[in-house]
Each structure stands twice: as C-alpha cells, then as structure tokens.
Nanobody
Framework: DVRLVESGGCLAQAGGSLTLSCVVS????????VGWFRQAPGKEREGISC????????YYADFVKGRFTISSNNAESTVYLHLNNLKPEDTAVYYC???????WGRGGLFAYEYDYWGQGTQVTVSS
C-alpha cells in the first residue's frame, strides 16, 4: 500500500523556522512527484511546492516568495519542506501528496493532480 506520513508540525513563533518531513512508502520513489499543500480553516487546500524525484525538477507557488524550500532524500524516500520567516497566516494543516510520473503529468501545484495523500501535520504560528 502507498503510504505518506508527515511530521514536524508544531506551535512556532512568527519569524521562526521549522522543517516538515514526508516519508513515502509503497512506491518506487523516483517514479513519482511529491508535492506539499496546506489548508487553513475555512480555506481551500493550496499547493506550496512540488519536486519531481525523477530529475529533481522543482515548482513553487508564487506566494512562497523564497520563504519555503523543498528538498528530498531519495535514499530515504523522504521529502522535506523547510519553512522560514514564519507568519501567522502560515497556520494550517500541511499535507504531502504523491503523483505518478506518466503521460498524464509530473506533479504540479493542484490537488487534483495527486493520487495519494498523507493525513497532514498541524503548523500553528503565533504572533
């Protein structure tokens, strides 16, 4: 079974940093793109970043503006999201998702592009 497990969410101070982890199992890691999304209360899920493990192509949403960085450790089938200069508006549940690389696409920043999802990790940023 495909499984994605996020961790690293916590209560953080504005201006601080933290790193989220997404451990993926049940797939051939390099055959997938892995994306990070977040969903704040009352808002739609929004794409943050995506990494295509096959060739390390990376996409970022415009709102990231250099504050967040995605990286991966292929040997450990883990994708990280590094969050810097945290703001209260970054408060959300953060999810990772996996999309097989095929003729239909190579990941992206839209939730509908992804087949498998983790359960999410809560990030709360206090001012």
């Amino acid at each position: 079974d495909v499984r994605l497990v996020e961790s690293g969410g916590c209560l953080a101070q504005a201006g601080g940093s933290l790193t989220l982890s997404c451990v993926v199992s049940g797939i051939t890691f390099n055959d997938y793109a892995v994306g990070w999304f977040r969903q704040a209360p009352g808002k739609e899920r929004e794409g943050i970043s995506c990494i295509v493990n096959e060739d390390a192509t990376i996409y970022y949403a415009d709102f990231v503006k250099g504050r967040f960085t995605i990286s991966s450790n292929n040997a450990e089938s883990t994708v990280y999201l590094h969050l810097n200069n945290l703001k209260p508006e970054d408060t959300a549940v953060y999810y990772c998702a996996a999309d097989p690389i095929d003729s239909w696409g190579r990941g992206g920043l839209f939730a509908y592009e992804y087949d498998y999802w983790g359960q999410g990790t809560q990030v709360t940023v206090s001012s």
